[in-house]
T-cell receptor, first 116, second 114 residues
Framework: EAQVTQNPRYLITVTGKKLTVTCSQN?????MSWYRQDPGLGLRQIYY???????DKGDVPEGYKVSRKEKRNFPLILESPSPNQTSLYFC???????????????FGPGTRLTVL | AQSVAQPEDQVNVAEGNPLTVKCTYS??????LFWYVQYPNRGLQFLLKYITGDNLVKGSYGFEAEFNKSQTSFHLKKPSALVSDSALYFC????????????FGGGTRLMVKP
């Protein structure tokens, strides 16, 4: 089954304790992206990757890191989490950013993060 | 910079009645427009998109949306609402800026009452 998976689905942690949220897709998609969802703000892009070893900042990159060593994986790293990073996080992918640009995104199930 | 506005935080409609969820956008050049739906404790699911061509776009679960270039709108509609349509709906736009893939609106919660 074609899908985007995220782990963990739920995480409660404390300020300053490094954490990683994994994202993996099995569709051989080139483009992957991380969003955070906050009430009333919709989804805001954190980082994106157009292909392996190519990453760039989205709208709200502060406090986050990413890597793209393999095509299928795009982990989100919080080196020193803070309470304002409490949010619902989604990973998404599309086949490619080239061409019409009209591809719809495939979203993972989300990771609910609470930072105390 | 591109932006999306969903002016209603919540839309209430009775089952069987038509529904409209509003969306307006601002983008440079021709837009790519999308609607996504989010059910409780689930990720976002694609509903429909406008790329080019016919202004009326039909999508999943009986939903449709009308692209209006002069009003920069892309309202989501359904002729007859179901209780199971109750969910959070997001409008999104992508312009020609290759860096920022999609800009989402704040979301509209649709409540369909029996």
């Amino acid at each position: 089954e074609a899908q985007v998976t995220q782990n963990p689905r739920y995480l409660i942690t404390v300020t300053g304790k490094k954490l990683t949220v994994t994202c993996s897709q099995n569709m051989n998609h080139e483009y992957m992206s991380w969003y955070r969802q906050d009430p009333g703000l919709g989804l805001r892009q954190i980082y994106y990757s157009m292909n392996v070893e190519v990453t760039d900042k989205g709208d709200v990159p502060e406090g986050y890191k990413v890597s793209r060593k393999e095509k299928r994986n795009f982990p989100l790293i919080l080196e020193s989490p803070s309470p304002n990073q409490t949010s619902l996080y989604f990973c998404a992918s599309i086949p490619s950013f080239a061409g019409t640009g009209g591809y719809e995104q495939f979203f993972g199930p989300g990771t609910r993060l609470t930072v105390l | 910079a591109q932006s999306v506005a969903q002016p209603e935080d919540q839309v209430n409609v009775a089952e069987g009645n038509p529904l409209t969820v509003k969306c307006t956008y601002s983008v440079s050049g021709n837009p790519y427009l999308f609607w996504y739906v989010q059910y409780p404790n689930r990720g976002l699911q694609f509903l429909l998109k406008y790329i080019t061509g016919d202004n009326l776009v039909k999508g999943s679960y009986g939903f449709e949306a009308e692209f209006n270039k002069s009003q920069t709108s892309f309202h989501l509609k359904k002729p007859s609402a179901l209780v199971s349509d109750s969910a959070l709906y997001f409008c999104a736009v992508r312009g020609l800026n290759a860096g920022n893939m999609l800009t989402f609106g704040g979301g509209t919660r649709l409540m369909v009452k029996p």
